[in-house]
């Protein structure tokens, strides 16, 4: 929680700087490429930070209360006090760990937030998917083998009323199947495929589907997840891409258009 904290506080500390530097009429190019470039390396070490919480988090025996108390605290919640604590400490770990989006990948599956989850990777922006991303992916499929996460195994073959509800076995195998089409055919790839089409035909007869085109609810739970994800992503995205163009032989901008982030995407 105290990481978590001051890690906010340095992100935020950030911002305010960059924005005073690329607001200063007194600033030339060379200037602004060189705190974009800080600004962007900064992020990357936030992102590295988030990923090594993560891996405390589910790997160091210290971690073990509180990963029992995190554990489904979003698809399992109650309506008792102990459930919207639990949910709160959900929602506050879910700031920091977003930062890196793996980590939030798996924070999200332990938590029982497949909607969430499944939600933000329909529109994961293309500088996310970068080489660190894939060798991430990699170790989070090999986390789902292990019998930390075997529950998961067993909860996609639960059949609930409503499959569109944040802890649905029907949301967790959508979840498992867009992280399988991220990924390139590898062995993570095989091992993935293998479970989910062990497990296709028996959804596919057990679970109606029909309802998974339903509309988000605004200012639902989940509905304030996925715009922390979203929001935290794209700073990334900027940060990124404003480094790219700073490393160019182009004036380094100050404002992107859509236009711009468009053709970084497509790039």
Not at 19 to 38: I, N
Not at 195 to 218: D, F, M
Not at 257 to 266: P, Y
Request: some cysteine; hydrophobic content about 45%; proline content about 3%.
């Amino acid at each position: 929680m105290s990481f978590a904290y001051e890690l906010d506080k340095f992100i935020v500390s950030r911002m305010k700087r960059r924005e005073k530097v690329l607001e200063s009429p007194e600033v030339d190019s060379h200037m602004v490429k060189q705190e974009l470039a800080s600004f962007a390396k900064d992020l990357a070490f936030v992102s590295n930070f988030a990923q090594q919480l993560g891996i405390v988090l589910f790997a160091a025996p210290e971690t073990e209360q509180i990963r029992q108390v995190l554990k489904n605290s979003i698809g399992l919640k109650g309506n008792t006090v102990r459930d919207a604590r639990r949910a709160r400490l959900f929602h506050i770990l879910l700031y920091t760990l977003s930062h890196n989006i793996v980590a939030t990948l798996a924070f999200c599956l332990w938590g029982g937030a497949f909607l969430t989850a499944s939600t933000f990777l329909q529109n994961i922006d293309p500088l996310d998917v970068s080489l660190m991303f894939y060798l991430e992916i990699d170790q989070l499929v090999d986390l789902i083998e292990r019998p930390l996460f075997r529950h998961l195994h067993l909860h996609m073959l639960e059949c609930e009323d409503d499959p569109y509800q944040e802890g649905s076995g029907a949301m967790l195998f959508r979840t498992l199947k867009s992280i399988l089409m991220l990924l390139p055919q590898s062995t993570s790839y095989i091992i993935l495929k293998e479970r989910l089409t062990s497990i296709a035909r028996y959804r596919q007869s057990a679970v109606a589907l029909s309802g998974l085109s339903r509309k988000i609810v605004p200012g639902s739970e989940m509905d304030a997840f996925v715009k922390r994800i979203v929001s935290v992503r794209r700073l990334h995205c900027d940060a990124k891409w404003r480094n790219v163009r700073a490393e160019s032989l182009e004036e380094p901008s100050r404002t992107l258009s859509e236009d711009q982030k468009l053709t970084a995407a497509q790039q």
